[in-house]
T-cell receptor, first 116, second 114 residues
Framework: SAVISQKPSRDICQRGTSLTIQCQVD?????MFWYRQQPGQSLTLIAT?????????ESGFVIDKFPISRPNLTFSTLTVSNMSPEDSSIYLC?????????????FGQGTRLTVV | SQQGEEDPQALSIQEGENATMNCSYK?????LQWYRQNSGRGLVHLIL?????REKHSGRLRVTLDTSKKSSSLLITASRAADTASYFC??????????????FGKGTKLSVKP
């Protein structure tokens, strides 16, 4: 299993500013995933963060808007840049749920972002 | 793209009743998982069923998988008010290599009234 500490748990931000979300895992993992959950919706994968290489972004998400850092095997950050009200969502980091053995995924507690 | 579709979108029952949620998916899978989310917080894994399994139990949870119909169901027996949450199915696609991520359905919002 894995325990993920995600912060901040929530924030209210002004449009045009940026917010950096941090995730710390209690064990070393190769891949970390970042998801967005818009109000009342399901989870949409933003990107996969591998240690030592550039993050892989899903269609509709770009590095300039959602830069990701992965400095080591236990930590990652996601920045939501130049925010607009449309960025108001819950952002979640996750590990597991993939790989040769397709295990369960573990999630941080989420960051509830409101852009005003 | 969305792989799983749950129904119903919302379900309201009385404490003690059973709750059944269904999930349909489109492509071949390695396994299907169910997750629970309380009030927009992080998701908690409930149960994983592999493509070669048909039924699995965990406490008050029973999951079935029908790969011919590309569907799964989650049954919560003797529901409690504390079961109130959103429930998501997620599929792990049948990739040959080590890549791949979970694809989540839209979720069922369950409300259990005391």
């Amino acid at each position: 299993s894995a325990v993920i500490s995600q912060k901040p748990s929530r924030d209210i931000c002004q449009r045009g500013t940026s917010l950096t979300i941090q995730c710390q895992v209690d064990s070393q993992v190769t891949m970390m995933f970042w998801y967005r959950q818009q109000p009342g919706q399901s989870l949409t994968l933003i990107a996969t963060a591998n240690q030592g290489s550039e993050a892989t972004y899903e269609s509709g998400f770009v590095i300039d808007k959602f830069p990701i850092s992965r400095p080591n095997l236990t930590f990652s950050t996601l920045t939501v840049s130049n925010m607009s009200p449309e960025d108001s969502s819950i952002y979640l980091c996750s590990v597991g749920g993939q790989g040769a053995f397709y295990t369960e995924a573990f999630f941080g507690q989420g960051t509830r972002l409101t852009v005003v | 793209s969305q792989q799983g579709e749950e129904d119903p979108q919302a379900l309201s029952i009385q404490e003690g009743e059973n709750a059944t949620m269904n999930c349909s998916y489109k492509t071949s899978i390695n396994n299907l998982q169910w997750y629970r989310q309380n009030s927009g917080r992080g998701l908690v894994h409930l149960i994983l069923i592999r493509s070669n399994e048909r039924e699995k139990h965990s406490g008050r949870l029973r999951v079935t998988l029908d790969t011919s119909k590309k569907s799964s169901s989650l049954l919560i027996t003797a529901s409690r008010a504390a079961d109130t949450a959103s429930y998501f199915c997620a599929t792990a696609l049948n990739y040959g290599g080590s890549q791949g991520n979970l694809i989540f359905g839209k979720g069922t919002k369950l409300s259990v009234k005391p």
